[in-house]
């Protein structure tokens, strides 16, 4: 059954990876759960550059992490952390869009 990925991980997050990223984390809190997600299609670089809006090359960082049961991908901020015009320096609030994607 189509489910929510907010209801599906046990943790979505986001936080600064250096002034100029900001990192993702989906962490599942069972390996068939993970497994689903993983395997689903519903989380790759493409759907994470359409949710975020964003070019190909600002994704610098995409895998999926067998051993933590979960997938983390790194994006390159559009304008350096801190700097005039920027709106969430410590990249905490970036994550919400990924509460819901629909994983089949």
Not at 58 to 86: C, H, N, Q, Y
Request: net charge negative; glycine share 8%.
């Amino acid at each position: 059954m189509p489910t929510p990925l907010g209801e599906l991980a046990s943790t979505i997050r986001s936080k600064n990876a250096g002034v100029d990223n900001v990192t993702f984390d989906i962490i599942f809190p069972d390996l068939p759960t993970y497994e689903r997600v993983r395997d689903s299609g519903a989380i790759t670089r493409e759907s994470v550059r359409a949710l975020f809006g964003v070019a190909d090359d600002r994704i610098v960082f995409f895998s999926a992490i067998d051993p933590a049961l979960a997938i983390k991908f790194t994006l390159r901020r559009s304008m350096s952390s801190g700097g005039p015009g920027e709106s969430d320096a410590m990249g905490s609030q970036q994550y919400a869009p990924l509460y819901e994607i629909v994983v089949p």
